[in-house]
């Protein structure tokens, strides 16, 4: 399932791309999201790792991420992975007068036989993508 979600905010590209794609900030505007955990010693870019701990459907999940793809106050691109689901996350990011226009994708797939399931389960992971989307748009609009 793909979500793409475009939104402007008052933010410069920069902030904006560097507050939505280090995952250290990702509690703060995914409320799924229960724990993130990373080295504080690591620079962000490409090669950062995250470990992330969220809820879905009432039960813990854990995702092991890390950025695959980076271009500061430009792009980048995110790979969560566990045992039953791989996640992309992309962010894009323009000038757009004094601030930024923000794509935001993300594209997940479930492994086995979950992954028949996926029309169900869009539905269930649209709201949660909308609220974060809300939630990136507050954080960068002043």
């Known amino acids: 399932m793909r979500f793409v979600e475009e939104f402007d905010v008052t933010a410069s590209p920069a902030e ?10 990702l509690q703060q505007w995914d409320e799924s ?6 080295d504080a010693e690591q620079s962000f870019g490409v ?7 969220l809820m879905f459907a009432g039960r813990e999940q854990h ?5 695959m793809q980076y271009a500061a106050a430009e792009f980048a691109e995110l790979r969560g992975e566990n045992d039953s689901s ?44 909308k609220k974060a989307v809300r939630n990136m748009r507050r954080h960068l609009t002043s």
């Not at 090669?47 to 701990?53: D, I, L, P, S």
């Open 16 to 25: 904006a791309l560097a507050f939505i794609a280090d995952f250290s900030n």
């Open 33 to 38: 999201v229960t724990a993130v955990e990373y």
């Open 47 to 53: 090669g950062a790792k995250y470990a992330v701990t």
């Open 63 to 67: 995702m092991d991420y890390r950025v």
């Open 86 to 129: 791989i996640a992309i996350d992309r962010v894009t990011v323009k000038s757009k007068g004094t601030g930024a226009r923000v794509t935001y994708e993300a594209d997940i797939r479930f492994n086995g036989w979950v992954r028949w399931l996926d029309p169900i389960l869009a539905l269930v992971f649209a709201p949660t993508v």
